[in-house]
């Protein structure tokens, strides 16, 4: 079936600093990737997206290519900042599906 | 953007009691909610979508007889736990779909309500 693998946390980071946080899936035929982000407190926002292999998905700095050849999904920011410090969850929905599939989240820490 | 909400946020309640946790669009119809189940440090489960007028679909393992899903208009669904026991103790989410094709990839979450069982 389908389902997601993302990066164990949490992740440390000081302010600046590139962020990584890996994510793989295994899924049968097209399905749609996606990075939420879950702030303290608040529910699960939805940070970027993409629906077909190669697109790139990007906001708030943030990106995720949908690379087909080695399942992944990998989101990145080239500078972070203390108001990242959230968990980010990796999800897809597969082709047919309605459904969304989560990994397990990665906590990210900004300090100043 | 749209906003769901999830009441109550936090709710603790004695072995055997049933809880029932709200899902409302605060400004958008969604046809569709789904239902999640977080335990700590895990991944997002799907317990069942449900659709506006119709009985809910539970995922493999989930028990129908004791998670209720009740869907009775476009901005609510609601999930009640019966006889909850300390087991059920969780954070529990749910997110809602928007009308229209376009949305087919829009899911807006709330922000979970978070059940001990004593």
């Known amino acids: 079936g389908n389902s997601v693998t993302q990066m164990e946390g949490p992740v440390t980071l000081s302010e600046e600093a590139f962020l990584t946080i890996n994510c793989t899936y295994t899924?049968?035929?097209?399905?749609?990737l996606f990075w939420y982000v879950q702030y303290p407190g608040e529910g699960l926002q939805l940070l970027l997206k993409?629906?077909?292999?190669?697109d790139k998905g990007s906001n708030k700095g943030f990106e995720a290519t949908y690379r087909k050849e080695t399942t992944s999904f990998h989101l990145e920011k080239g500078s972070v900042q203390v108001s990242d410090s959230a968990v980010y969850f990796c999800?897809?929905?597969?082709?047919?599906?309605?459904?969304?599939?989560f990994g397990k989240g990665t906590t990210l820490s900004v300090s100043s | 953007g749209a906003v769901v909400s999830q009441h109550p946020s936090w709710v603790i309640c004695k072995s055997g009691t049933s809880v029932k946790i709200e899902c409302r669009s605060l400004?958008?119809?969604?046809?569709?909610m789904f239902w999640y189940r977080q335990f700590p440090k895990q991944s997002l489960m799907l317990m069942a979508t449900?659709?506006?007028?119709?009985?809910?679909?539970?995922e493999q393992g989930v028990e129908k007889d004791k998670f209720l899903i009740n869907h009775a208009s476009l901005t609510l669904s609601t999930l009640t736990v019966t006889s909850a026991h300390p087991e059920d103790s969780s954070f529990y989410i749910c997110?809602?779909?928007?009308?229209?094709?376009?949305?087919?990839?829009?899911?807006?979450f709330g922000a979970g309500t978070r059940l001990s069982v004593l």
């Open positions: 997110s809602a779909r928007p009308q229209g094709i376009l949305a087919k990839n829009i899911q807006y």
């Open positions: 899924a049968t035929g097209y399905p749609s």
């Open positions: 993409a629906t077909k292999a190669d």
């Open positions: 999800a897809l929905k597969g082709q047919a599906g309605t459904a969304l599939i």
């Open positions: 400004d958008f119809q969604a046809t569709t």
């Open positions: 449900s659709n506006e007028g119709s009985k809910a679909t539970y």
